[in-house]
T-cell receptor
């Protein structure tokens, strides 16, 4: 099976702009989660989608949003970018939710905000 | 909320030395998972432990789940340069799929 794919892999934006990141989960996986990874904060959970519905949301401002399509592909959007949004954004997919589902991560999108 | 803590944050070892990272949860866990992230890469699932006191081995890696299911450890015997990376533990988060520790970054000096 193909793994989780994310596009684009690298992105450079300036403050105030918005960005959309895309994630295609492993075939058959219906849950998609997004994480922000920075050197100081580690892996921080952004949100999780299952069957096109947001199931959980982390402690991030409303500038961060996401959605999931009927084919389980997911997008996340960050509006009004700030310097502190520079990070590696990781998407992870898993099978229908169980307690502590194994997360299969994509290669990530490296976002740099100038 | 639930917290998962890992120590040490960094570890530098000579090739051939052993390495251990420890993981502690603020709550009892139904299971614990370990992931490895190579430099420039993404986290990759290593193993899941479910039972109290469980010990699992993968070649030179030994994973242990505490009796109280609140702590875990990963021990690497005779480290190699291929072991370089950051090792994360993670447990079910209730309101999140998993809560990750901040990881232990392992450097191996050849």
């Amino acid at each position: 099976k193909a793994g989780v794919t994310q596009t684009p892999r690298y992105l450079i934006k300036t403050r105030g702009q918005q960005v959309t990141l895309s994630c295609s989960p492993i075939s058959g996986h219906r849950s998609v989660s997004w994480y922000q990874q920075t050197p100081g904060q580690g892996l921080q959970f952004l949100f999780e989608y299952f069957s096109e519905t947001q199931r959980n949301k982390g402690n991030f401002p409303g500038r961060f949003s996401g959605r999931q399509f009927s084919n389980s592909r997911s997008e996340m959007n960050v509006s009004t970018l700030e310097l502190g949004d520079s990070a590696l954004y990781l998407c992870a997919s898993s099978l229908p939710r169980e307690d502590g589902d194994t997360q299969y991560f994509g290669p990530g999108t490296r976002l740099t905000v100038l | 909320g639930q917290q998962v803590m890992q120590i040490p944050q960094y570890q530098h070892v000579q090739e051939g030395e052993d390495f251990t990272t420890y993981c502690n949860s603020s709550t009892t866990l139904s299971n614990i998972q370990w992931y490895k992230q190579r430099p420039g890469g993404h986290p990759v699932f290593l193993i899941q432990l479910v039972k109290s006191g469980e010990v699992k081995k993968q070649k030179r890696l030994t994973f242990q789940f505490g009796e109280a299911k609140k702590n875990s450890s990963l021990h690497i015997t005779a480290t190699q340069t291929t072991d370089v990376g950051t090792y994360f533990c993670a447990g079910p988060g209730g309101n999140t799929p998993l809560v990750f520790g901040k990881g232990t970054r392992l450097s191996v000096i050849a």
